[in-house]
Each structure stands twice: as C-alpha cells, then as structure tokens.
C-alpha cells in the first residue's frame, strides 16, 4: 500500500455503479461523494428518504456533474432489502453491479429487535447486509471486475461470535453485541471471499474499518436513552481526537478502488489502527477461521431465507 494514499488517488471509476448503504452522513456520505467525483454513478441506500434525497442534493453541490441517486433501504427490515435489490433490478434490468459498500451500521444501541425479531445490531450490521449482497450477487457475478466492501471495526476484537446465542438473548452487553456483529462482518467477507475463489469468480470481498472517525455513529445509543453526560463526553472526544469522516473514509475507498487489493483483506487506518492513510489492518483470528464461517453462512442464510445460487461451500 502506498504511503500518504488519498482521495485523489482514486483511479478513474467512469461507466462504474455503486450501490453504497449508509450514505447519507459520515463516512458513507463521504465514500459515495467521492466516488461519484470520480465518475461513478451511485445509488444512495439509506432509511431515511429525507436524509437520502439531501445527501444526493449536498453531493451535487459539491459535484455539480455527479450521477447520484436516492433509493430507500432499510437494513433492519427484510422485506426492504428484498424491496431495494427488486427495484434496482428494474431501474437498471441490462445493467450489472461494479461496486456494493456494506457501510451502514449502528453501535452500541440498548436492546432492540429489528421487525424480523433478530437483535438489533447483528441483524442491521450483519445479517441485512448478507441478504442484501446474495440478493444482489446475480448483478455482481456479470460484472467484470466486480467488489464487495464490508465495514468492520477495529472494535470487533471486544469479541467472538457466539453461534449458540447470536441474537445475545441469553446477556445483552451492548459493546460485546457491536464486536459480536463486527466480527460477523469480517468473518462474512472471508467466507464469501473463499466462496467465490471456488467458483474461479474474480468479483474482490474485502473489508475495511475505519478507525476513530467524527460521525454521529457514537453518540447514537446516548441520545436515544437520554444519557446527556455521556453524549456530551463522546462529542467532546470527537472534537479532541477522533479523525474527520473524510479520514475515515479513506479505508473503505481504498478498499473499494485501489488496483492491488486482495480478497479477504482488512483495510484500516496506518496509525495504531486508529487515524492516518490507509494500510493493512489487524485482524482477530476467529474471524479466519473457515469452520466458523461455513457456520455463519449457514445461520444466516436460516435466518435471512437468502441462499446464495452458485456458491456452495
């Protein structure tokens, strides 16, 4: 990886769609603007209609030339994501699909359950993300070239999956759930990543974390439980030591547009995995692990009722 790498390293990404979730603010606002600066035609999916038609409008404005578009998707309903890869089917029938950002996430929320009945965070961080990727793989599969990049954490070392309990219903600890489901994230990516090596695809799986960046991300679970002391301390950290989401940005880009990435990498901020260019990231064992992939795979095509035609453990 080359040192200092940024945003105007991005190669020509002209001709090219992307689909990048979570991209109305942070570090998804941030990924899909400069990929559409750089030529790409990018599909906005976010929950909010509001939040996704002014973050296609903000992009405009700094790229008055941007081929942007809003389309709602709602990562803890099935159904949406089932509605999402349908009408993006029918908006784009000959097109294929060059690039697909799983970026959207939640951290550290108290307990909730998505409307399918899966805890919050694995099932908006993992298992609406594996539905959305299968559902859209026959696009991904026609197209040269293709990649698939999934947002992890450095967070997701706080813990392992537990494959007896993954929807933390036997003790919910909020920080342990997030790692829970950032791990499924990473363990996601290698096990698509071998698949797809088994089938001679040349589609890329890779990930990317994007250390401690400035977004609205922390303070969610905060704000929704009324915890103004501890919002307040979060924003202050912030401002104090956190990167901008521009910075934060960077790995998933570099993931997402850099010629030499490989399948299955982790890419992350150089500097203690917290802040700087990007470069290879740490990863935790178990998620390399490929007995604990197949199992994953499995569950959650169970829970999800998405198989994946064509790749077969």
């Known amino acids: 990886m080359t040192t200092g790498w940024n945003a105007s390293d991005i190669p020509d ?64 309903e099935l159904s ?40 919050t965070q694995f099932g908006v961080n993992h298992l609406g993300h594996f539905a959305l990727t299968g559902l859209l793989l026959p696009h991904l599969l026609r197209t040269p070239g293709a990649r698939v990049v ?4 450095g967070l997701h070392a706080l813990a392992n999956i537990d494959m007896g309990d993954l929807n933390s219903e036997r003790k919910y600890r909020r920080w342990v759930a997030y790692g829970r489901s950032k791990s499924a994230n990473l363990l996601f990516i290698h096990e698509l990543a071998r698949r797809l090596d088994a089938i001679g695809s040349d589609i890329v799986a890779a990930a990317a974390q994007p250390g401690y960046a400035r977004t609205n991300l922390q303070t969610a679970g905060a704000r ?21 989401a521009e910075e934060g940005a960077l790995p998933t880009l570099y993931a997402a547009t850099a010629p030499d990435v490989r399948p299955d990498s982790f890419t ?15 990863r935790a064992p178990w998620t390399l692990n490929d007995v604990a992939g197949e199992r994953l795979w499995s569950a959650s095509e169970q829970a999800t009722g998405v198989t994946y035609e064509g790749l077969k453990s």
Request: glycine content about 10%.
């Open 13 to 76: 990404q002209s001709g090219r769609t992307a689909v990048v979730t979570g991209s109305n603010s942070g570090i998804g606002l941030v990924t899909a603007r400069e990929l559409a600066r750089r030529g790409a035609r990018v599909i906005l999916a976010c929950r909010s209609e509001a939040r996704g038609r002014k973050a296609a409008a903000d992009i405009l404005t700094d790229v008055p030339d941007a081929q942007v578009q809003f389309m709602p998707l709602d990562l803890a």
């Open 80 to 119: 949406s994501v089932r509605d999402f890869a349908r009408d993006l089917a029918g908006a784009y029938p000959h097109d294929g699909l060059d690039l697909l950002v799983n970026n959207a996430g939640i951290m550290a929320l108290p307990y909730g359950r998505t409307a399918d009945g899966f805890e």
């Open 150 to 153: 999934t947002v992890s954490s």
């Open 224 to 244: 929704m439980e009324g915890r103004r002391t501890a919002e307040r301390l979060i924003e202050f950290g912030n401002r104090i030591v956190a990167q901008s």
């Open 268 to 282: 992350g901020p150089r500097f203690q995995s917290w802040r700087g260019a990007p470069t290879r990231s740490w």
